[in-house]
């Protein structure tokens, strides 16, 4: 097919022009730079190309159509407009991504669903059969960007982001996406050192990302050639023969690239990071062409090669913590740098670039890249003797008197004298100790007492009006105040970043060290997790939530839906329920609640933990009955199992209506949800006798904010 297309490529934000760049060597033509992508023309062989090729890329797109669409049904008429069955076989499969920007449509969810309601609509009405929808490998995966109420409907021509390049099996904590890897890789200009035969040595390998997409770079791989899955394959004007001709040519520029690799090598004190990085080398086709083993980082030693490049991904105290021990880190990374690898190239990515300064080295240059939605430099160094820098031993963290710092530490202060005092009073292990108190500090910080005293802190995402510099010192302060004030060692404090979340991705893995503490909650034990999620495993302000339900439990079926952890359900089986049901689609979430379980004593028979989806497991199970239920839902919520989505705010009528199905004569459903503008539909509901029992479950440490949820007593009149 040779007929000109308009195209566009998406991007990680900072490496338009790199992508720019790579689609004039792939032979696109009008090529523009935008933010987060590329527009450029060619043909579907073109198309092709790019996405076998692409190393930064995140999608190729194939643009449609493009029509005001003010209003949802506006949007409907317009994708109406396009001839479907040109593209997808009436009882294919289908996705629709959606994203809307000042626009009436905001909801991406609501805008996906419309999308796909005329999509379906279109196609059933002229074969009497209809798409269903595949989320994780549909034949066709449709793309609609809504902006200033203009649609732009799109062919995902990738159909999952072109990152995802087959090798990666295992991985380990906050892994670098390839097509960032592969970014960095490009802006240390690895290339030209490939070329002139020079190596690659990764000092912080980890899962081997930077390694593997090295060797891609040097041996003229492409780093789609391993993918099992394309959107363009099942789309109905898929050419299979331009696509074979391009896989033909990458087959052979492998081989032939392969025999020119220079030496990689990665270390990592971590042995099941290097075991995660041989797993993933060896997927990658690279098994005995690139080195990696376990070695301490002041076990660095001279290499032999007199021109190379020496990477690095350091922590930098963003998701993984803001130990004290990262400053030494970097001075120690700087030193071994200088030692091992005279008249090397360096290039170092860190999401705080005030730690580069401990390196003892003067970068040349930085550019800004960005890893998902946290602003990164990558520094680059010339590591000679010219660009050392006489190091300083980093001194402890000092408040000092008059600065804001000072009253942050005061405010702390203030605060754990307070909540303190009333936790040990009321034997509570785990509460709220403050809560953004002062707006320049935005934060809340949760005390656990363990084995021994715990920080959780959290930084809630700031407004685009504040400067993000002075944002991240004021975080920097609080982060060497709070040790100092709570009495710990910084590395029993663990900081994330709390932003806007998207259906479930409160919820997400942000890494894998599998380590728990067991903290207590009345008659209960329970365990928490301070590192591998946004939450710990216990939601502290339903904590007085729980104690209601272990109260109303005795001689009672208890029933918790969107279980989590099963904390509710241990209170509820400790209280006296005479039998308990768990439900929650996670089994990662289930082994907890069952760990949960086992550490309290709780058998398995009589306390029963069901891995499904909550609303169709309703729909199967109206002949159950229970005298007590919890539902704790999601504000929204979607599995790749769902056609649709939950938005609790729309569907918590139907959903306590058939919540309530279940319940016995005289029984009784405790709802809550932490949707801040939540109104509960009381004509709908009007037969159950509602009562707001909000006040009653808000625990003191959550007062300062009375909308953290809200929570309600059903039962039928």
């Known amino acids: ?237 898929h050419d299979d023969a331009a696509w074979a001709d391009l896989l033909d040519e990458a087959h052979r520029r492998r081989e032939t690239g392969r025999a020119r690799l220079p030496p990689i090598y990665g270390y990592d004190h971590d042995p099941l990071a290097i075991r995660a990085a041989r797993d993933n080398i060896k997927r990658a086709g690279l098994g005995n062409l690139i080195v990696a083993q376990q070695r301490e980082l002041d076990a660095c030693l001279p290499e032999s090669s007199p021109t190379g490049l020496v990477v690095a991904n350091p922590p930098y105290g963003e998701r993984l913590g803001p130990g004290s021990e990262l400053p030494a880190l970097y001075a120690e990374l700087g030193s071994q740098m200088k030692k091992c690898f005279p008249g090397w190239r360096g290039a170092v990515f860190t999401g705080n670039p005030e730690l580069g300064k401990s390196m003892g080295l003067r970068a040349r240059k930085m550019h800004k890249l960005y890893n998902g939605a946290i602003e990164c430099k990558l520094l680059h160094f010339d590591i000679t003797p ?66 021994r005293r715990y920080a959780h802190v959290q930084e809630y995402e700031a407004p685009d009006t504040i400067d993000p510099d002075k944002a991240r010192q004021r975080l920097q302060h609080a982060l060497g105040v709070i040790p100092l004030v709570l009495e710990i060692p910084r590395e029993q404090m663990f900081f994330k970043q709390r932003r806007r979340q998207k259906g479930g991705t409160q919820y997400e893995k942000l890494g894998e060290s599998g380590k728990f503490h067991e903290v207590r909650e009345g008659s209960c034990r329970l365990l928490v997790n301070f590192t591998d999620y946004l939450d710990t495993g216990l939601f502290l302000d339903h904590r007085a939530t729980r104690a209601l339900l272990g109260e109303l439990a005795r001689g009672k079926r208890f029933l918790n839906l969107f279980g989590y952890t099963g904390s509710a359900t241990v209170h509820a089986a400790l209280g006296g329920a005479t039998a308990t049901t768990t439900v929650d689609m996670s089994r990662t979430y289930l082994d907890w609640a069952r760990r949960n379980f086992e550490l309290n004593g709780l058998r398995a028979d009589g306390n029963e933990l069901i891995p499904a989806d909550v609303l169709a497991w309703l729909g199967e199970n109206r002949q159950r009955r229970y005298d007590l239920i919890f539902l704790d839902p999601p504000t929204f919520s979607r599995s790749k199992r769902m056609e649709d989505y939950l938005d609790i705010q729309r569907d918590h009528e139907q959903l306590i209506k058939d919540t309530a199905a279940l319940l016995a004569p005289d029984g009784v459903l405790i709802f809550s949800t932490n949707l801040r503008r939540f109104k509960i539909e009381r004509a709908a509901l009007a037969e159950f006798a509602v009562e707001d029992i909000t006040r009653r479950t808000l625990p003191p440490d959550f007062e300062r904010d009375p909308k953290i949820h809200q929570c309600f007593r059903i039962a039928r009149k």
Request: overall charge negative; proline content about 4%; charged content about 25%.
């Open 1 to 237: 097919m040779d007929t000109p297309l308009k195209l566009f490529a998406t991007c990680p934000k900072g490496i338009e022009s790199l992508l720019a760049d790579e689609l004039r060597m792939l032979g696109a033509g009008d090529v523009k730079e935008t933010r987060a992508g590329v527009a450029f023309t060619g043909t579907l062989a073109t198309a092709y190309r790019a996405c076998l090729w692409s190393r930064v890329a995140s999608r190729i797109l194939l643009p449609l159509a493009k029509f005001a669409a003010a209003t949802p049904e506006a949007l409907y008429q317009g994708v109406q407009t396009i001839a479907w069955k040109e593209h997808l076989a009436a009882e294919g499969t289908l996705a629709v991504d959606f994203t809307g920007l000042g626009s009436g449509i905001t909801h991406s969810r609501f805008g996906a669903l419309k999308v796909k309601d005329a999509i379906v609509d279109q196609l059933r009405d002229e074969f009497g059969v209809r798409p269903s929808v595949d989320t994780a490998r549909p034949d066709l995966r449709v793309n609609v960007y809504l902006h200033l109420d203009e649609a732009t409907v799109s062919l995902d021509l990738s159909g999952e982001s072109l990152h995802r390049r087959g090798y990666r099996a295992q991985t380990v904590e906050a892994p670098l996406k390839e097509n960032l890897a592969a970014a960095i890789l490009l802006r240390a200009n690895w290339p030209a050192v490939a070329k002139e035969n020079g190596a690659l040595v990764d000092l912080m390998c980890g899962s081997g990302t930077l390694l593997i997409e090295a060797a891609t770079i040097a041996a003229d791989m492409a780093p789609g050639l391993a993918r099992e899955y394309f959107g363009f394959l099942h789309w109905k004007q």
């Open 386 to 451: 010219e660009n050392t820098v006489v190091e300083r031993a980093p001194r402890p963290f000092e408040i000092r008197p008059g600065s804001s710092a000072e009253m942050f530490a005061n405010r702390l202060r203030k605060d754990l004298q307070h909540f303190g005092r009333w936790a040990r009073r009321q034997e509570i292990f785990a509460y709220r100790l403050y809560d953004a108190d002062l707006h320049e500090y935005n934060l809340a910080i949760d005390v656990y007492e363990s084995d």
